[in-house]
């Protein structure tokens, strides 16, 4: 089971249902009462940076809202869950193969900064 989407054993990751909606209006919702809605959506955005599955939002909370508390650890939380089959060393690499990708994308400051963190973890 992937979080934030529906996924089986063997098949390939799925987009979470959140990439259905209209970005901006996500971004909207969340600006109106951030204190409360920027971490919950952080515990429902999509565990990747990636633009086609859904990274946008992932990115847009953590450029603007990762001084709140709960939303770094929510988007660390949906980076890690999900299953994988095989050796354990096998799933972590390919995490931070990832990460390192996503590191010389030249994102913002508050991205940057959660994808170091996650490095070192």
Do not use: C
């Amino acid at each position: 089971m992937v979080k934030g989407g529906l996924g089986y054993f063997g098949e390939e990751e799925t987009k979470s249902p959140l990439v259905t909606f209209p970005a901006e209006k996500i971004f909207d919702w969340i600006a109106e009462d951030p204190e409360s809605r920027a971490a919950m959506m952080a515990h429902a955005a999509p565990g990747t940076l990636d633009d086609d599955k859904g990274g946008a939002l992932t990115r847009h909370l953590l450029d603007n809202y990762s001084m709140i508390e709960g939303v770094p650890s929510g988007i660390s939380a949906t980076f890690h869950s999900g299953g994988w089959t095989g050796p354990m060393s096998s799933y972590l690499r390919k995490k931070q193969r990832a990460l390192r990708v996503w590191l010389n994308r030249g994102y913002k400051p508050g991205v940057v900064a959660w994808i170091e963190y996650e490095m070192v973890v």
